[in-house]
Every structure is written in structure tokens, then in C-alpha cells.
């Protein structure tokens, strides 16, 4: 029997079938593109936006600070903030599980950083975060070590597809670093700038939006890490702050630091202070602290010296006081310079026995001899005349301090600053009515003792102390700084008769600033030793040794005061340690500015007289 014919069987079913299974795959192809093309279609592209594009900030140069003379203090140089994208050091990415931990691996000896705190900063929480700074204000050699390192293993990678270069997700925007290039000089009125590229202390806080400009932004396309070119990039640039002009000579500053810095070792002291000042302005020339510290390096320095002890150091005057009392009695005629006064050695007033420095049989003096000789029981008696009572004296003093500038801001806006401690006359205590006039019993700060004697030599008339001469921004215009305050304080005639009784301090004989003298100009100083409040205990400890004074003492143009505290070694007398130093940065002050001696003979007033 033949065999029966193959018969297939109808192929339409199987036909159907892959039609439908083909026409269900396409209809969910077409259910996904509507859902991405239309219904979706915005958020897909904003999150392709998001990952497509970066935004980095670019950052404003920072203004330099300069001295009056355009002498730079501290500037900008260009500097990288090392970032990196943390998404690009995942498994995916890299196609390994220890990503983060080989980049930090090279990373930390270049940056300086700990590992462990680098691997964190690349494997963040927030899984979705794009950007993450490892490190600010690198050197332009650091960030070529990285490229370097990139390009290497890039190239490497080339040749071995086993070998991954870890680094492609780390790089660099373009910052500045703050740099002080005369190092530790006038760091207390410089300051510092922070981490976080704002100012940390002195000008550069005080200042610090005039300083900072404003940052601008970038955003261009990036594929792998890298920009891509013909995407094209949006931003707005990044506006330079503005350069700031102080009045500081930095000549000057160079002179009065050194100075105080030497006589502080020699002294073993706590610290120093030097102020140099224009009398006629009230502009600042030097303001110099010791210890101090270089702003370039603050993993160095003692965080006590890094702020403005002038400014900031609360401490009683002393002596140097001395001069506002007399400011005082000689405005209100109720003594002239010649005036006889009887000083005994010994003064009962209140609860205590005042004496002065050293012991002696009584002196008789004339009220120029009580500044010359720095007798703390004349200067009561004389002050004890200014009114009617004991009461009413203290509130004629109290006045005259605070017209002197005393108890208030010197009107500088410095951080920190001090405006130091005086009471109101009614809660004067027994003892202080009688150990303010010679400068115990209140406190000042080192600006305000040099604005006292600046108001003398200028003729009775207080200027407001400045430290900046006016800022420069970026369309190169100057803007000088506003004028400053002045207030008439006492008289000419008085303002005249203090500075020749301050004469008879230096040129006398018998005077206790002899050690200021300087040959061939005629000089007006006062000295001052001062028991010391210690700010650790809250007693007397020590002492605080100053010297004051303007030159020429007929034609003044310039003011200088110094101040060491707790001097250890040695004298501690103001006329013997600071005298000196007064002279040093004196002179070298008057030769800087081409200062001439005016040739006239000093008054030579009295001392004492013959009963």
C-alpha cells in the first residue's frame, strides 16, 4: 500500500499568532514612546538636562589691600578648588566596587588629606549629588600633579583595558589663594581669610564684601567628564572685588614692629603695641602688635596674637593719663603751667595713702614740674580744685575724658575693638576719685591713648583715627574713604601750654622721659607705669609700661605711642622700655615723611620753685 502524502498543517493559526505576539511587543513599544515622548516628556527632559549639564561657580578675585603708598599687603593669586562628581566613581561607571577608594588613594598625599575623609566626600548619602569639593585653594602645581595623574592613567588604560582610570571624575575650577606677601607685617590690621574664602579677622573681615566682589556662575554640557565643546556654555561672569588703600606706610609699620617685637624679647613681656599717627589727619601710619603671626601659615600661629591687641587689649593707662587731667584744669583756669603746688610725700584722701613712685621729702612744684616729675599726689591736689566738692571735680573731670575720646569706639569699626571701662562719675568709688586722675580706675584700649595726645597736637581738636584711605573698584575709579569726625576738645591756648609742659617731661632733667630725646628736634612725651590687672585672674600682676608723645613738639606732625605689658626682665618703667622705642620709630617716622626740625627754642618752663 502506498505511503500517504505529508500533509502540512494550515499555517494561518501560527501566522495569527506571532502577529499578535508582534502587534502586542509594538503596541507596548508604542504605549512606552507615547509615555516618554508625550505624557513624560518634560520630566525626562529636565532629567536629562540635569545629568547633561553642570553649573560650576566661578569665583570673584579678591581685592588686594594695599599700603598708602600702593605697596601691596595682600593679594590674590590663582589658586584651584579640587571637586570631583561622585556619580562617576560608582560600579556602573567604573565597572569595579572600589572606585572611591582608589581615587583617595592618590588623592590624599597630593592634597594633604586624610584618606578615609576623601572616600566619603566621593561616596556620599545623597547618591544623586553630582558635585562635592575635595579641597580649596590649591596651588596651580597641585591641580598639574591630578592632570598629570589623569593623563597617565588615561594613556595606560589605552594600552591595558583592564587598567581604569579612577580620576576621571575629579576636577578642577578656577579659584584664587590669599597670599600676604610681606609675611607677618601688619597682620593685626590685615587679618586673614578663612576656608570658605571670607575674611576671618581684621580688614579683610571688616571689609570683607567690599573685598569678596561677586561670584559668577558657568554652565556648559559634559559627556564622561569632560565639556563638550560644541554645545555651547551660559554664565554670567564673576565681578572682582574692590582694592582697598589703607593709610599704614609700610616703611613705617616695618620700623615700629621691629621695634616693639625686640624690646618684647628683651622684656620678656606678655605683649606690645606701637602706634604711629598723623596728628593733622588722624590717619593711622603704623599699628604694630608683638607677638604676632603670619597670616600665610595659621596652622602656626598662637591664637592669642592673632587678633589687634592695640585695639583690643582693655588695660589702665596710667601716667600717660595724666595729660587729660591737666587738659582739664588748665581749660577751666583753675591753675596755669607756673602755678606753685605743695607736694607732700605722703596724701591721706578717702580710705587710702597715696604716695608717689619713688620716696621723697616734699617737693615743691610747679604744675608743669607735677607732669615733668609725674607726681601722682600733685596731679590729685590739682585736680581736686575743679570743683566746689570732690563730687563736683569728678564730674568736671569725667567730662573732659569723655571728650577725649575716652569710655567710647574710636570710630574705626575694627573687629573686636574695645572701647574700654569708665564708669559715670556717681559710681566712682572712694579710691578711684582719687586714682583716675592719675590714670588707675578706668581702662582704654592703645588707639585711644594715641588719639589724646594727636588731639593736643593738633591744637585741641580730636580727629577721628582712620585706617583707610579710600577703595578702588573695578572700573579703576578711586573712591576715597568718607571724612572723618572732628570735635574741638579744648583750646589752642591749652592745647599750646600742655605741649610745652610736655617738653619739660623729655628736655628736663628732672623729667622721667629723657630717654625719648631725639637731637635737633624738639619733642613732647609723657611716660606712664601702670599696675597691671591681670586678665587671667582679675588682679594686679605686673605692670603696664607706656610712653606718649608728638613731634615737633612747636609744629607736630607726628604721634607715637607705645605700650608693653608685664615686662619681666629688666626695668619695667615706661620712660626706661618704651622711651627707647618711641625715639626708634620717632625719628625713623620724621625721616620717612621729611619732617625738618624747626630750629625754635623750647619754652623751658620750671619745675620747681623756691619758696
Known sequence: MPPRPLRLGSP???????????????????????????????????????????????????????????????????????????????????????????????????????QAALVRKLRP?????????????????????????????????????TTVNVLAGVFADPSSQRV??????????????????????GVEQQLNKQLSGKD???????????????????????????????????????????????????????????????????????????????????????????????????????????????????????????THVVVPNRLHRGDRLFQDDVDHATWNLTLNGVLAKSSNIGTILATGELGKSQAEANKVLYSYLRKFGIGGYTGLGFPGETPGILAPPQKWSTSQQYTIPFGQGFSINAMQAASVYSTIANGGVRVQ???????????????????????????????????????????????TGIKARIPGYRVAGKTGTANRVDPATGRYRGYTSSFAGFAPADNPRITVYCAIQNATSGSYFG????????????????????VPPTGAKPANLPVEYKP
Request: hydrophobic share 40%; aromatic share 4%.
Open 12 to 114: 494561518r493559526p501560527r501566522l495569527r499568532l506571532v502577529g499578535l505576539a508582534l502587534t502586542l511587543v509594538l503596541l507596548v513599544f508604542v504605549v512606552r514612546l507615547l509615555q516618554v515622548q508625550a505624557v513624560d516628556a518634560s520630566a525626562y527632559a529636565a532629567r536629562a538636562e540635569q545629568n547633561r549639564y553642570v553649573v560650576h561657580t566661578l569665583a570673584a578675585e579678591r581685592g588686594e589691600i594695599t599700603d598708602r603708598n600702593g605697596v601691596a599687603l595682600a593679594v590674590s593669586e590663582d589658586a584651584y578648588d579640587i571637586t570631583a562628581d561622585p556619580t562617576m566613581f560608582g560600579p556602573r561607571q567604573l565597572k569595579i566596587h572600589d572606585g572611591p577608594e582608589r581615587a583617595a588613594a592618590l588623592l590624599a598625599p597630593i592634597l594633604g588629606q586624610d
Open 125 to 161: 548619602e545623597n547618591r544623586n549629588s553630582r558635585y562635592t569639593r575635595l579641597a580649596a585653594r590649591q596651588t596651580p602645581q597641585v591641580w598639574k600633579q591630578i592632570k598629570d595623574l589623569k593623563t597617565a592613567l588615561t594613556k595606560k588604560g589605552e594600552a591595558d583595558r
Open 180 to 201: 600676604y606677601p610681606n609675611r607677618d607685617l601688619a597682620a593685626g590690621i590685615l587679618g586673614w581669610v578663612n576656608a570658605d574664602g571670607q575674611g576671618g579677622g
Open 216 to 338: 559668577g556662575k558657568l554652565r556648559y554640557a559634559q559627556s564622561g567628564g569632560r565639556e563638550v565643546p560644541t554645545a555651547g556654555s551660559t554664565g554670567t561672569p564673576a565681578v572682582p572685588g574692590a582694592d582697598v588703600e589703607l593709610t599704614i606706610d609700610r616703611d613705617i609699620q616695618w620700623a615700629a614692629q621691629n621695634a616693639i617685637s625686640e624690646q618684647v624679647r628683651k622684656s620678656r613681656a606678655d605683649r606690645g603695641y606701637v602706634i604711629v599717627q598723623d596728628t593733622r589727619t588722624g590717619q593711622i601710619l603704623a599699628m604694630a602688635n608683638s607677638p604676632g603671626f603670619d597670616p600665610n601659615d595659621l596652622s602656626k600661629a598662637d591664637g592669642e596674637a592673632m587678633g589687634n591687641a592695640a585695639l583690643q587689649d582693655a588695660y589702665e593707662p596710667g601716667s600717660t593719663a595724666k595729660v587729660m587731667s591737666m587738659a582739664a584744669v588748665l581749660e577751666r583756669n583753675v591753675a596755669t603751667p607756673l
Open 465 to 511: 583715627p582712620s585706617l583707610v584711605r579710600g577703595t578702588k573698584g573695578a572700573d579703576g575709579r578711586f573712591v576715597p574713604a568718607p571724612k572723618p569726625r572732628q570735635a574741638r576738645v579744648v583750646s589752642e591756648k591749652t592745647a599750646r601750654s600742655l605741649a610745652q609742659m610736655l617738653e619739660s617731661v623729655v628736655d628736663d632733667e628732672q623729667g
Open 575 to 594: 620712660g626706661q622700655i618704651c622711651g627707647p622705642i618711641y625715639k626708634q620709630v620717632m625719628e625713623f617716622a620724621l625721616k620717612t615723611l621729611q
